[in-house]
């Protein structure tokens, strides 16, 4: 009806404009213009949409499946669809897509221990050498954790312990095992070391090379404390209670556990989840493109990061003809990261160091305030609890009396007794009326 009276206004001489029309019927301009492209689709281009959006579908379909199941976020869709497929696509399409498609990013849960206090006295703590700067540089600084898993009907733990890069996020090495023990990290570092032994070492003699984890027991033992010290390794630990000083590693647990808690959880036995968990471990150094890494694998970004040379014949649809060589990306990163992003860094590390810094004197002064503060709050807890003896054993000496009342009633009376109601009628039984607090 609309459209029939634009069109006659647009027979007569002077009649009103399309937008004065629609203004008058209440109907937008662009649901005007969308419902009259549709209706004069004659070239079958929503047709043509349409399918294009199926067929990317189907690929985002094949993307899930080639992760075992696994949803990805809208960003690593993008950059599987590219690497896998060559298709180049928005991630407000893929959002859009996803919504149609009625499926969500499996993401991790919160981290249960961010802004949390730590449980240490600052001047206590072991030494944090890493100081959360994480990235550094390739192989600089090496992270690890453990963490558990179960298999099976009845939910059965085990245990991981990874060494990864925090830079390149590969994991460098790992172990699984039934405990959770020194032996678990050993095997895990032993497991490092064979693959990775030369590219560490050949660091150390210019660089330092951090090895940081948490207070646990297994990495704190003197055994693994002198392999790492007789490595060449800078052992960095985090503070008590807070897993920010830790976090690349806490969230790569949690998008892993996110990723195959639910299949582990379907083996049936140790060794079909042990296969399981470094299966994905493998996969996710070699194949699991990321977003925050350029489109690459955490193998590949390794390389990319020590030679310089990006190894793909495209980015994103830009062929690597158009785009820098190797020694030109190297001479500009040399020029640059020499100079200014040095300067940078040891600016942000330094002004890192000195929020580290404490004045003796406030220290002091605030662990008084602590103290009097605890110490008031037994205080008053004492008076609290002189009070409520002095009044329970006024209770418990008429609840004393009670029992010798009851021992002169009649048979009838202490029938009568047995309905709880019947109690209020003697004042001699009034002490449970004092009991109500207690319960």
Known sequence: MVDAFINRQKARVGGYNTSECL?????????????????????????????????????????????????????????????????????????????????????????????????????AAPANAVNQDFFIGPRRVVLSDITYLYYGEYRTPFYLCVFRDAYTRENLGWSIGRYMSVELVREAYKAMMDDHASELTDLMRSDEVYVHHDQGSQYLATTFSQMLKDDGFIQSVSARGNSQDNSPMESFFGRLKTAILDMVALCRDYESARTLVSGYLMAYNSEHYQYDLAGLTPEEFYQYATTGVYPLDNYFGVPASVMMTGGDLKKVRRRYADEEAEARRLALKKRREEKRLIDPKKIIERDMRLLRSVISKWKNTEETASAQICKMQDVLKRAAEALAFIHTLSAEVLSELRQPLAWRRYPELSYVFSMNELF
Request: charge should be positive; proline fraction near 2%.
């Open 23 to 123: 203004r008058m019927f209440g109907v937008s301009d662009s649901g005007y213009y969308a419902w009259k492209g549709r209706r004069d689709d004659i070239f079958g281009k929503q047709a043509e949409k349409k399918a294009e959006r199926d067929a990317i579908k189907e690929k985002m379909r094949r993307v899930i499946i080639a992760r075992n199941g696994v949803v990805p976020g809208k960003r690593t869709f993008r950059v599987e669809l590219f690497r896998r497929y060559g298709i180049t696509v928005n991630t407000k399409k893929i959002a859009a897509l996803m919504k149609e498609m009625n499926i969500q990013a499996q993401m991790p849960h919160k981290d249960a221990y961010k802004h949390q206090a730590s449980h240490n006295h600052v001047c």
